[in-house]
């Protein structure tokens, strides 16, 4: 099973435990419930979802619930104060932050401004319907799109969300709006969001970098992508096509193993190895025949032949030796 069904098991696992737990609190005191969501939201801002978070969360459910069957306070239940018991619990489960590379939110930022597109293509194209009484006309009405302007849109409403989330985690356990430097996340947020939200009537207005796409193409792109995330929810292509990779991969890896496997044999073969020391090299070099060696099946000369012939050399070497000695 591939890691993308891991992950998606998860996944549902985690959704099935945060709606347990999300039944549960309502049967808690208003106060252990302020205290809950606080914590919650704590943990999904500074961390990723996952089924450890929600597996902490039901935990705190069970402490909450004893303390209000016991009559006595969260503090004295935890004892830490809201904060300092979110961090312990990130800190418990080694919980990764949120990265801050683009790339994983590449597809999100598609479907952000494929949404934007396509809601001005509708409009466009009724627009165009009405005024040239044509639908093929409307289809042809073009989209204005600012390579200037739409990437700055889309930077500004990272900002917005970056400073928006800073402000909810400072306004955690009962903390005001002007503490903690709030005010600058305030701020900052909602003048990020004026940006976001009047950059593109900027950037059109002036015609900055713009390029026209027609109303039936990007309605025709926007199609697609629906029945291509319908197909991935529904029958889990997704899964499908990374399973298909993994197996082609593993293939690979096989017949890689196989190819190195046969190049060590045949290296073996070739060269001779220095601990076959059996009797059968003998064998071996006996059968050294010339029909064998074009064939490659043996060589004309092994290591086994050669510190043979080298034996020899030194032997005969010696004996001249013996023999100049002796006259």
């Not at 809201?82 to 597809?107: I, W």
């Not at 064998?292 to 032949?305: G, W």
Request: net charge neutral.
């Amino acid at each position: 099973m591939s890691q993308t069904t891991h992950e998606h098991s998860a996944q549902e696992a985690s959704l099935s435990l945060y709606k347990k737990n999300k039944e549960r609190i309502k049967n808690l005191d208003p106060a252990f419930q302020d205290f809950y969501l606080d914590c919650q939201s704590y943990l999904y801002l500074s961390t990723p979802p996952s089924l450890a978070v929600d597996q902490a969360l039901s935990q705190l459910i069970d402490k909450l619930e004893l303390a209000q069957k016991q009559g006595i306070s969260i503090d004295a239940m935890i004892g830490l104060d809201g904060e300092s018991y979110c961090k312990q619990v990130l800190r418990r489960l080694k919980a990764p932050k949120y990265s801050f590379e683009v790339t994983p939110y590449m597809k999100y930022i598609f479907y952000y401004v494929l949404l934007t597109m396509t809601i001005v293509a509708i409009f466009e194209g009724i627009r165009g319907g009405f005024y040239y009484g044509d639908l093929a006309a409307a289809f042809q009405m073009p989209i204005a799109i600012s390579l200037l302007g739409l990437p700055l849109q889309v930077l500004t409403i990272l900002t917005a969300f970056f400073f928006g989330v800073q402000f909810r985690l400072n306004r955690s356990f009962d903390a005001t709006w002007y503490s903690n430097g709030n005010p600058l996340y305030l701020a900052a947020f909602l003048i990020s969001l004026l940006a976001a939200i009047t950059i593109p009537f900027i950037t059109h207005y002036y015609g900055v970098f713009l390029v026209h796409f027609p109303v039936w193409l990007v309605l025709l792109v926007a199609l697609i992508t629906a029945i291509s995330q319908y197909l991935s929810d529904k029958i889990n292509l997704s899964d499908h096509f990374f399973n298909y990779v993994d197996a082609r991969q593993a293939n690979d890896q096989a017949t890689k193993r196989e190819s190195q496997n046969y190049e060590a044999i045949t290296s073996d073969d070739y060269y001779g190895s220095e601990d076959e020391e059996f009797d059968t090299d003998k064998a071996n070099d006996n059968n050294l025949t010339l029909w064998q060696t074009v064939r490659l099946k043996n060589p004309l000369i092994t290591r086994k032949s050669y510190r043979k012939m080298r034996q020899q050399e030194d032997k005969a070497d010696k004996e001249h030796k013996n023999h100049s000695k002796k006259h």
